[in-house]
């Protein structure tokens, strides 16, 4: 089992205030079906019926700051259902949480401009494509965040990738962002400096499965 989190921007998830100025219940899209993002998945229509069935959004899945699971949630999820344009989502931020007071602000501000779904998926959940990975079954839905940064996907990973999973340079940076939280391009560096070691230590094994036995052994 493998999680990930995928980032929509506001304007792409139609997000929008209800009940009036004083009153912190919004709704709008927490995914949207057929976009490529910028790792190259898609989501499929379809995909979250399996893990919304039987769900109650207000107990089952979590609303979090930037997927900080650790802290106090700043709302809950009142509606969440899939139509054929993505994943619905309705929810009220808690009256009288200082930060939900903050991020309505920022909100409204335009300064925290996304949400971003945290879900698990198998290796049966998705094909492969040609620009990266088409989810057609989400095996649970964890949390939906609101979020700072929606077109920087991978820094919002809050699981682990299988290490079973790399099977390219390209998954290698991707598992360090992920783990590591690291920049695109400090990934990069970083692949590139251990790229060079594991050139020299090698010993004539192949690149990648030398690479990946480092990461393996890394203390992340």
């Not at 100025?21 to 790792?39: I, K, M, R």
């Not at 700051?65 to 899939?82: C, M, S, Y």
């Not at 996304?114 to 998705?126: H, L, Q």
């Not at 290490?163 to 783990?179: A, K, M, T, Y």
């Amino acid at each position: 089992m493998q999680g990930i989190c995928k980032t929509l921007n506001f304007e792409d998830a139609e997000i929008k205030f209800v009940g009036g100025d004083s009153v912190g219940t919004f709704e709008g899209y927490a995914s949207v079906f057929g976009v490529t993002d910028s790792d190259g998945d898609v989501i499929r229509p379809g995909a979250f019926k399996s893990a919304l069935h039987g769900r109650r959004p207000m107990r089952d899945v979590a609303m979090f700051f930037n997927h900080r699971k650790f802290d106090v949630p700043i709302g809950r999820w009142t509606e969440l259902t899939e139509d054929s344009k993505g994943l619905y989502a309705k929810g009220e931020l808690t009256p009288g949480h200082a930060q939900a007071d903050m991020i309505r602000a920022a909100m409204k501000h335009g300064t925290v401009g996304g949400m971003s779904v945290g879900f698990t998926f198998t290796n049966e959940g998705f094909t492969k494509s040609a620009t990266g990975r088409e989810f057609i079954n989400v095996a649970s839905l964890r949390e939906i965040s609101l979020c700072t940064f929606p077109a920087n996907e991978q820094a919002q990973i809050t699981s682990m990738k299988a290490l079973d999973s790399i099977e390219s340079i390209r998954d290698c940076e991707s598992w360090l962002r992920d783990v590591a939280l690291l920049s695109k391009s400090d990934a990069q560096a970083f692949m590139a400096r251990v790229k060079s070691a594991t050139l020299r230590d090698s010993g004539g094994r192949d690149e990648l499965t030398a690479l990946v036995e480092c990461i393996r052994k890394s203390p992340l």
